[in-house]
């Protein structure tokens, strides 16, 4: 009877896929906080007081926090410039993410800058974001190949749109890692439209995943609203990697609630298709009841958690707001790394907003 009873309690457990509550607790914070930052700072880019560009990556968090939740810190993260909750996530710095965005000398890249084009490889194996899709991808494939080569128990990890798996780029990483067995995890994030063109327009299967065939690696295809779905996936994926076990490819479908960029309104994504996602498929919104349901969280401990990451905002508004602008003379500074200028202490300029 008690094996009985403990086989019914572990069960019931699985739906938590062996996070401890601590755990889930963060990852509704990093979801929350991905969502909070993404609202705020589309509104001030909409009243004219940011500047640049914005790239939101709201509807799909789900995908950004739950593939990079089974990363290690030594594990290599190569993000698009949607892709901004993931970089969060792995552990870039709210405030420095903030001064990046106003060119300012904490950025990560002190000023020479302006928006999520950024990363920050020797402190938390984050590959700056390059534009020209999916160029991160043989960059990974690289990294891999270091790792591999060396010895290390290390994982590559990089994220695309389902628009960029028509470039010969992709196939040719893909390619390549499966050839060497590289220890790399490939993450699609299938927003079912790329810049205006449907899935049916940008490819002949019915799935992404089931591309992975053709290089004989495993393509797993999950749902990107259930961040828990997606977390045990890649989980599987990165230990398969780090265990020598090859590449795999991840589909993670869902829909994104802006468009290509601040400007783009979206309007070929039908409107019936994005009011069922942000009414019914909105992974923070589903998290959270997920967690309340079962006991995890509860008003009080929400209304903490959403009072903590409003904190956190407004710190690393007045964080980017005090940091100074970059010192003119330093624009060639930094050219080559026997320069020292990334490994030293950035230069206070002067210079007020504008």
Same mark, same amino acid.
């Given at each position: ?8 309690? #572990? ?11 601590? $755990? ?11 969502? +909070? ?7 001030? +880019? ?8 914005? +790239? ?6 789900? /995908? ?17 410039? %949607?892709?901004?909750? *993931?970089?969060? /996530? ?13 060119? %300012?000398?904490?950025?990560? /890249? %002190? ?16 590959? /700056? ?6 160029? *991160?991808?043989?960059? *990974? ?19 695309? !749109? ?79 990697? %780090? ?35 942000? $009414? ?39 964080? #980017? ?19 020292? +200028? ?6 206070? !300029?002067?210079?007020? $907003?504008?």
């Amino acid at each position: 009877m008690a094996t009985r009873v403990k086989d019914k309690k #572990a069960a019931a457990e699985q739906w938590r896929v062996g996070l401890s509550d601590d $755990q889930l607790k963060d990852i509704l914070h990093k979801l929350k906080l991905c969502r +909070y930052f993404d609202e705020r700072m589309e509104a001030l +880019y909409r009243q004219g007081r940011l500047p640049g560009a914005i +790239y939101s990556g709201r509807g799909q968090e789900g /995908t950004h926090v739950g593939v990079v939740y089974p990363l290690h810190d030594d594990d290599s993260l190569f993000p698009t410039h %949607r892709d901004l909750s *993931a970089q969060l /996530t792995k552990g870039l710095e709210l405030r420095r993410v903030m001064a990046q965005f106003w060119g %300012r000398i904490d950025g990560y /890249t %002190r000023g020479r800058d302006g928006n999520s084009h950024i990363g920050d490889w020797q402190g938390n194996r984050t590959w /700056t974001v390059m534009s020209h899709l999916p160029i *991160a991808y043989p960059v *990974a494939c690289g990294a891999a190949l270091a790792y591999k080569r060396r010895g290390e128990p290390r994982v590559a990890m990089a994220i695309c !749109g389902d628009g960029a798996t028509s470039n010969g780029r992709w196939h040719e990483a893909l390619n390549v890692s499966a050839i060497f067995e590289l220890p790399v995890v490939w993450v699609v994030n299938n927003n079912q439209y790329a810049y205006s063109a449907p899935n049916p327009l940008e490819f002949p299967v019915p799935t992404i995943a089931e591309r992975a065939q053709a290089y004989r690696m495993p393509g797993v295809r999950v749902d990107g609203a259930n961040v828990l779905d997606v977390y045990q996936a890649t989980g599987e994926a990165v230990d398969r990697a %780090r265990d020598g076990g090859g590449p795999t490819l991840i589909e993670s479908v869902s829909l994104r609630w802006r468009g290509h960029a601040g400007h783009d309104p979206a309007k070929y994504v039908p409107k019936e298709l994005l009011e069922d996602y942000m $009414q019914n498929k909105d992974p923070v919104k589903r998290f959270e009841e997920l967690l309340r349901s079962n006991g995890v969280v509860d008003d009080t401990t929400v209304k903490e958690l959403d009072e903590r990451i409003q904190r956190e905002f407004e710190d690393g508004y007045e964080f #980017a707001q005090n940091s100074p602008f970059p010192e003119p003379g330093d624009v060639t500074k930094g050219l080559w790394v026997e320069d020292g +200028y990334w490994t030293s202490e950035p230069g206070r !300029g002067g210079g007020t $907003q504008t």
